[in-house]
């Protein structure tokens, strides 16, 4: 078992800046890819970035140049740096991860999930 606690959500203006942590602990964390998605009401939840165990990245479309995706994996810590909020990225945001040495856009292939941060832009 893979237990995940994401932290730093909040409420900030359009423009604005926050960064999200998730803390795992359970297994050997460089055993694992992690990964972010998010959910905003009434839609499904949604690939954000995904990183695998060495450092590799991916983004979607809608936050590629806004958005980092990093881990630390001497303190089992994956981060998401988020800069140039809008509205849209509203939503509550989920820190994932899935066992394999690469990296995954797919949910299916996560088999940890935290909880859940709430992020809301205003405009």
């Known amino acids: 078992q893979v237990q995940l606690v994401e932290s730093g959500g909040g409420l900030v203006q359009a423009g604005g800046s926050l960064r999200l942590s998730c803390v795992a602990s359970?297994?050997?964390?460089?055993?694992?890819?992690m990964g972010w998605f998010r959910q905003a009401p009434g839609k499904e939840r949604e690939f954000v970035a995904t990183i695998s165990w060495s450092g590799s990245t991916y983004y979607a479309d809608s936050v590629k140049g806004r958005f980092t995706i990093s881990r630390d994996n001497a303190k089992n810590t994956v981060y998401l740096q988020m800069n140039s909020l809008k509205p849209e990225d509203t939503a509550v945001y989920y820190c994932?991860?899935?066992?394999?040495?690469?990296?995954?856009?797919?949910?299916?292939?996560?088999?940890?999930w935290g909880q859940g941060a709430q992020v809301t832009v205003s405009s």
């Open positions: 994932a991860a899935a066992p394999g040495r690469g990296y995954y856009t797919g949910p299916r292939a996560y088999n940890y």
């Open positions: 359970g297994r050997t964390f460089t055993n694992y890819a």
